[in-house]
């Protein structure tokens, strides 16, 4: 008797499997139609047999074949005599590559009719049929007329069950031109939509600048040691009925630029940051245009400093 307290708390051993880790199922149209049809056209089970490659964590069922089997209403299966004859009949129908296709066939299906796809004890038992025969992987796949279909992966090598593994429907080649096809012409919608926007702004900006005006207000006057200085100029001024082109004077200066832009740029140490400001209002004007907004801004600055503005 040993002398430990902690007492085993199972009898049985459990396995998870990383989602990441777990094989993914692609199975060809042509596979998959076949499947569809042998499933909706019998109303007992009915079984068949596939083509599989496996490539990393990739599974890809190629194709499905019918097998000789005698089927009843809620039971189908394939003994290791059936897999026998069916072999020889594949080596007598593919003689130049029967051999290879017997080696890649690593897939039983069968249908339930209209009942679940979960897997039933004779399911189960069949597994082991292919275990026997040196399969080190095989994979179950059970479908029913509903739509619903199950896809389990028995690795043998590993004495593992991959049970509802992930799986989708390959893309034919036909299908994957036709894609590029589409993605060519959704590029050239994309141009044409570009050109047409280009196309219509150059000639609404246009439009824009002639037709539709925007009033500023302007400072009248200022507060400076308790006395109103007016400007001689008018409160309002359409923006754009002005040339910003041809900036000379004082009073340019002040019809176009507000009050409150020019105390900013007033206070500014030095002709790059004045003009960072000034061109970002008018990024047309000239360096000799700029130097005036800012030798304005600097005694607007200077004649506010301790007043108010107005």
Not at 20 to 44: F, S
């Amino acid at each position: 008797m040993g002398i430990s307290m902690f007492k085993p708390n199972t009898t049985k051993p459990t396995v998870s499997i990383l989602e990441i880790c777990a094989p993914e199922v692609i199975i060809t149209k042509r596979a998959l139609t076949k499947m569809q049809i042998y499933v909706n056209t019998c109303d007992n089970e009915v079984g068949w047999l596939g083509i599989a490659i496996k490539e990393d964590k990739y599974i890809y069922i190629e194709d499905v074949l019918l097998f000789e089997q005698e089927v009843h209403a809620t039971t189908t299966e394939i003994t290791p005599e059936g897999l026998a004859t069916f072999g020889e009949k594949l080596l007598a129908d593919y003689p130049d590559n029967g051999m290879e296709i017997w080696n890649n066939i690593k897939v039983w299906g069968h249908s339930h009719v209209n009942m679940s796809t979960f897997a039933s004890g004779q399911d189960d038992k069949q597994m082991e049929t292919f275990a026997e025969g040196g399969h080190d992987w095989f994979i179950r796949i059970i479908a029913n007329k509903k739509g619903d279909m199950n896809i389990d992966i028995y690795d043998y090598s590993l004495g593992i069950i991959y049970k509802g593994v992930i799986w989708k429907e390959g893309i034919t080649e036909e299908e994957t031109k036709i894609l590029k096809q589409i993605k060519l012409l959704q590029q050239k919608i994309k141009e044409i939509n570009k050109n047409f926007i280009s196309k219509y702004e150059f000639q609404i900006k246009k439009e824009i600048k002639e037709k539709v005006k925007e009033i500023k207000t302007v400072v009248t006057g200022y507060q400076y040691g308790g006395n109103w200085q007016p400007y001689n100029y008018q409160s309002q001024i359409p923006s754009n009925n002005y040339d910003t082109d041809d900036i000379k004077t004082y009073a340019d200066v002040y019809k176009l630029f507000e009050d409150d832009l020019l105390y900013e740029i007033g206070q500014c140490k030095s002709y790059k940051d004045a003009s960072v400001i000034i061109l970002t209002f008018d990024e047309s004007l000239s360096s000799k245009e700029v130097n005036l907004v800012w030798e304005v801004g600097q005694a607007y600055y200077k004649s506010h400093k301790g007043g108010t503005a107005k």
